[in-house]
């Protein structure tokens, strides 16, 4: 994480996991990326239906993984 192109998003997803309460200006987002094919398949992590794919690990993740659990990799 950490690319321009993400900063949307990741502010988005913070906004979402409820660590901010100020609502991110819109932004253009790589979801056709984080939620395109492949996105749906079970969480690396907890196997559970996950959401998010990893841009770096490009592997799928479940929300709670991901962003509450602060995924690393
Ligand atoms: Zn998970
Ligand atoms: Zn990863």
Redesign the pocket.
């Known amino acids: 994480m950490g690319a321009d192109r993400f900063k949307g998003f990741v502010s988005y997803g913070f906004y979402k996991g409820g660590f901010t309460t100020t609502k991110p200006a819109p932004f253009e987002s790589p979801k056709d990326y984080m939620y395109g094919s492949g996105s749906m398949a079970a969480?690396d992590?907890?196997s559970?239906l996950?959401c998010t794919k990893c841009p770096r690990c490009e592997k799928p993740?479940?929300f709670?993984?991901f962003w509450n659990k602060l995924h690393r990799c």
């Open positions: 969480c992590n907890c559970s996950s993740h479940c709670d993984c």
